[in-house]
């Protein structure tokens, strides 16, 4: 019963790295997303997909692309990384309107 | 655009005090609420829910009343334990964006 898996939980990039994270489902969602999380600002959504194929921007999408080829994965992908992008990032899934969490990635940008 | 207030934290309380955590929305049409929870160094979880004006959503000794005429949902617990001890954000999904929207999150302090 794994849920929502998310890979790596832990990165250190160079700035300018790119990277992408992993986020994995077994409960046959349609809606997933991708948010930050940083102190005092709690959870951004940075990008999100209604389905397969689809892929919408969030609140605070500029420095990242994602993608949406299969039902059960959701990538979040860093072209060119920077310090401003240190952060925890969550992804979560869901079918109707509860959202179910992964453990959360938690990327330095040095 | 859709968007979520929480007031600020901590919350630091003794246990068996009384909880009140205020959280107000802005959004178009008529989004459903939600708390979670997050314990430290996890993911969030669903604590409660309502989908509609007046529904209450309930769980564990927590309760939230949506109030369409505020726009508000505050979070309230008759008791703390120290168990309780964790972060809460309140959030709303709007059916016309199909945005999933958080607030900053109030950490919950209880002392025994």
């Known amino acids: 019963n794994a849920g929502v898996t998310q890979t790596p939980k832990f990165r250190v990039l160079k700035t300018g790295q790119s990277m992408t994270l992993l986020c994995a489902q077994d409960?046959?969602?349609?809606?997933m997303y991708w948010y930050r999380q940083d102190p005092g600002m709690g959870l951004r959504l940075i990008h999100y997909?209604?389905?397969?194929?689809?892929?919408a921007k969030g609140e605070v999408p500029d420095g990242y692309n994602v993608s949406r080829l299969k039902k059960q994965n959701f990538l979040l992908g860093l072209e060119s990384a920077a310090p401003s992008q240190t952060s925890v990032y969550f992804c979560?899934?869901?079918?109707?309107?509860?959202?179910?969490f992964g453990q959360g990635t938690r990327l330095t940008v040095v | 655009g859709d968007s979520v207030t929480q007031m600020e934290g901590p919350v630091t309380l003794s246990e068996e005090a009384c909880l009140t955590i205020?959280?107000?929305?802005?959004?178009?049409?008529?989004?459903?609420l939600f708390w979670y929870v997050q314990y430290p160094g996890e993911g969030l979880q669903l604590l409660l829910k309502?989908?509609?004006?007046?529904d209450k959503g309930s769980n564990k000794g927590f309760e939230a009343t949506y109030r369409k005429e505020t726009t508000s949902f505050h979070l309230e617990k008759g008791s703390v334990q120290v168990s309780d001890s964790a972060v809460y954000f309140c959030?709303?999904?709007?059916?016309?964006?199909?945005?999933?929207?958080f607030g900053t999150g109030t950490r919950l302090q209880v002392f025994p």
């Open positions: 409960m046959n969602h349609e809606y």
């Open positions: 309502a989908t509609k004006a007046d």
């Open positions: 205020n959280c107000t929305y802005t959004a178009t049409g008529y989004p459903s």
């Open positions: 979560a899934s869901s079918l109707s309107t509860e959202a179910f």
């Open positions: 997909s209604v389905g397969e194929g689809t892929t």
């Open positions: 959030a709303l999904f709007d059916y016309n964006t199909d945005k999933l929207i």
